[in-house]
């Protein structure tokens, strides 16, 4: 399967990324990779001893960058390693898209040049937390600023298939975050989705407090983009901040300096399971299209398991499910109407 | 100074409750506490050899539970644990309030016994985060679950009192809790509350995300009641989940049985960095009264800093500091439109 990788996208673009492309096609011999980008940047990154047969690099000038507004990439950076890299799975010379680029971008770029799923009326984003048994989806994670019940609805309906498709779960249970279990708990929102999603998804188990997330009571996890990208970020910032907080707490203590140097590396070796590079990149939920967006720090482990992901997204159809499960609801929706 | 502690309330109450009291009259001699609720009960608390000159009870026959309606309590439980120990600052038989019991009921019974401080638009909880140098409170951590930009701008202004008063943090910064540090960032609430902080705060330093918190940018961090109460109750499930899983990896691993529970006890020690007792309770913030609601699993010594907390609140006037506060706010605002 050929993916395309936009290599000049992320903090420690390009090496970073064309080494996490040289070791998935070093681990899965059915993986042909497509690098856009900069070709001499590509170039030097990709040591000489490697075989590269199963690489090409598609050369583009230009290079989005985290201060280009969103909407204005399209047409700024047409030859950018982006919009070119998107464009290719519109044309079918690939069959998924990864980035560590800009989300906005992505976003941006994949709405004007692949589109919706029929019937889906906005895009979301998942992100994969480790949790209980099979870790959880919390979606929307940050696509959208603003959201209405009917789009909280659409975000459990391909959460759930991403759970599905990518993590391997069987009729992934779905929870909408609140303050509160009660039906009556959190604000107009979140009190109508309840409703909506009561009413129309099997597998509903009731609003979950973010208390108790972790406790494998769900796999998919729903709310608005704001309170979503607030909760990932916060997530990302306290695990950091325990990680620091706790070594500094072993460096005060009246330990042996070999001693303390034995807690520090199991420590940090058991805090790897928080760290995203383990869970490669989040699927941009509604795109007529597989495309992963992998975080901006992303290390060459992060987009290998992001390029995975992507075969996976691609060989498994994930977009032609959403697209039949959102139809199903939107015709039972109508019928009840 | 004379302090109501309703020993009713809470997961471990009256017990628990009990013991923090007479902790902190032990500590402070110039602690004096009314314990409210159930005589025979809170007798049988209290250890015979203890000296309780400092503390007396007063008895009521009705307790407030997690299921009763908050609206409804002060007609229905009028001769309660919580309804009384809030009455009693009313009639200036006690200086401050202390509670584990149903944060809804607290909440309503306050604002209908003691009403808002003049010019508050809502009152709100702050909650305080371990960070940095001094530590955050992020408020409005779940009194509201819709709010406006004016009630942002006054939680602000509340919140920076509670840090300069409590704290002991000279002139707080101040920071909104968006997705981007871009004043452009956010849903409507977000950015209109951007511009009002920003022209009436002088301590604003703008839009911070989730992720930095913990850097210790900023003393004070303002959102919306829906998404505090989240980040809150998200913070505790996440520091519950990562104990989990470092404990079990550590359980796993190829040291020795006795390196293990070394380790198992030193992790531990340092992950009460992290545990809400020893921070003690959170200030109700913008009632006309010093309410401390505590978490409802507090054990003693959570309930014992509350005491102090509340205690240093109305020593400090920490009611009289925000009425003169938002007054000043609400005349610029005035003298400007």
């Known amino acids: 399967m050929r993916i395309v990788v936009d290599a000049m996208g992320g903090d420690h673009a390009p090496s970073e990324v064309v080494q996490g492309a040289l070791d998935a096609v070093a681990d899965d011999s059915a993986i042909e990779i497509i690098l856009t980008g900069d070709e001499e940047k590509i170039n030097d990154s990709i040591p000489p001893s490697i075989n590269r047969s199963s690489v090409t690099i598609h050369h583009t000038s230009q290079t989005v960058e985290m201060t280009d507004r969103p909407s204005q990439v399209i047409k700024q950076k047409p030859n950018s390693s982006l919009v070119a890299g998107i464009e290719m799975i519109?044309?079918?010379?690939?069959?998924?898209?990864?980035?560590?680029?800009?989300t906005g971008a992505i976003l941006a770029a994949s709405l004007f040049l692949l589109g919706r799923i029929e019937g889906v009326k906005r895009p979301a984003l998942g992100v994969f937390f480790p949790s209980g048994n099979n870790g959880l989806v919390l979606c929307d994670a940050g696509a959208n600023s603003e959201a209405k019940p009917e789009h909280l609805l659409q975000f459990a309906i391909m959460a759930s298939e991403y759970m599905s498709h990518i993590q391997?779960?069987?009729?992934?249970?779905?929870?909408?975050?609140?303050?509160g279990v009660e039906e009556t708990k959190g604000n107009d929102l979140y009190l109508e989705s309840h409703a909506l999603m009561k009413e129309y998804l099997p597998t509903f188990e009731g609003n979950v407090e973010s208390r108790y997330l972790f406790e494998g009571k769900v796999?998919?996890?729903?709310?608005?983009?704001?309170?979503?990208?607030?909760l990932v970020k916060f997530a990302e910032g306290w695990i950091r901040h325990v990680h620091r907080d706790v070594s500094a707490q072993l460096e005060g203590q009246d330990e042996s300096a070999e001693k303390?140097?034995?807690?520090?590396?199991?420590?940090?070796?058991?805090?790897?399971?928080?760290?995203?590079?383990?869970?490669?990149g989040v699927p941009l939920l509604g795109v007529n299209g597989d495309v992963i967006i992998c975080h901006g720090s992303s290390p060459a482990r992060a987009i290998k398991n992001a390029i995975f992901a992507a075969k996976k997204s691609a060989e498994t159809n994930l977009v032609g499910s959403i697209r039949d499960d959102i139809s199903s609801t939107v015709s039972l929706i109508e019928g009840s109407a």
Chains 1, 2 share one sequence.
């Not at 391997?168 to 303050?179: A, C």
């Not at 303390?260 to 490669?280: L, N, P, Q, V």
């Open 219 to 230: 796999d998919v996890v729903v709310c608005d983009g704001f309170l979503g990208n607030n």
């Open 168 to 179: 391997g779960v069987d009729e992934p249970k779905i929870g909408l975050l609140n303050i």
């Open 260 to 280: 303390k140097s034995e807690f520090r590396s199991i420590f940090s070796k058991a805090m790897r399971h928080f760290e995203y590079e383990e869970y490669g």
């Open 90 to 102: 519109k044309s079918g010379k690939a069959r998924a898209f990864v980035s560590a680029g800009s």
